[in-house]
């Protein structure tokens, strides 16, 4: 494992971002000075600082040594590093400010998880290329659904705030709800392309991928009802228009599942239960 000191310095390096992006951002007077573009791209750049310390620290948890290694601390510092990377390649394309807010205390814990839970024993079958393709599809699905419910919250922020009258500086450079609820929509169909691909793989070559005939333990289960929801919610939207607390609800308890079928399962194993 790395050093306790390196964890540590890559957690503080977000913290202090978080805390500068709440203040400058959210709790800033209407009247402050707005965030020139130029200081904006020097802020998104130093973002780059942490996310390469917490992707070098991922890559001696998981990678060195003999297999990968995917215990439940690696698994949430995994999917928090990817959400944050992915978040900050989107961000050059898209309005996605508000989430840096909600991302940079999420990895600031997230990266001390692999030090509190660390790996027990490496996976099997690690050798083989579809293993290793399977469980990039499913850390890259589970990290855009990880997306999806900051957005949403995002959301539901701001229409709240828009109701009470009181909007926060940050929610005033947001796009109109519209906007947002449509890239939500892209994200949602991203993750679900790939969760689609991930429970293919596994249903249909799981003894090839794991060794092992596929079992329908809780985890499968909870990935399947959490594959249903997300298509309800698509179909939903594309033959009756579904959108506003309908789409929230769906997300977040599409999200809740997908947490329950992998962390949950993961934790319940490892931490509670003390096997791999």
């Known amino acids: 494992m790395p050093d306790t000191l390196f964890y540590l310095i890559t957690s503080a390096m977000y913290a202090v971002l978080a805390v500068y992006y709440w203040r400058t951002r959210w709790v800033a007077a209407p009247q402050a000075e707005p965030v020139t573009p130029g200081a904006a791209r020097v802020e998104h750049l130093l973002v780059l600082v942490p996310l390469i310390a917490h992707g070098m620290l991922l890559y001696e948890s998981m990678l060195a040594g003999d297999g990968v290694r995917l215990g439940v601390g690696n698994t949430i510092s995994v999917v928090v590093w990817l959400t944050v990377l992915i978040h900050w390649s989107g961000a050059w394309f898209y309005n996605l400010q508000g989430l840096q807010s909600m991302a940079m205390p999420a990895a600031a814990v ?143 308890t599409g999200f809740a599942m997908l947490v329950l079928a992998y962390i949950g399962s993961k934790f319940v194993l490892e931490v509670l239960l003390g096997r791999s």
């Open 110 to 252: 997230a990266v001390l998880m692999p030090m509190a839970f660390p790996p027990m024993h490496p996976l099997v079958n690690t050798g083989a290329p579809a293993l290793e393709i399977h469980l990039l599809i499913a850390i890259v699905a589970y990290s855009l659904f990880t997306i999806a419910a900051l957005h949403v919250a995002l959301m539901v922020l701001l229409e709240r705030h828009l109701h009470g009258g009181d909007l926060p500086v940050m929610l005033q450079k947001l796009p109109p709800l519209l906007t947002m609820e449509s890239l939500l929509f892209r994200i949602i169909a991203a993750g679900f392309a790939l969760l689609t691909l991930t429970l293919a793989s596994g249903i249909f070559f799981s003894e090839e991928l794991f060794g092992r005939p596929l079992r329908f333990d809780h985890k499968t289960v909870f990935s399947i009802l959490s594959w249903i929801v997300f298509a309800a919610l698509l179909g939903g939207r594309w033959f009756y228009g579904w959108r506003g607390r309908i789409a929230v609800r769906w997300t977040m």
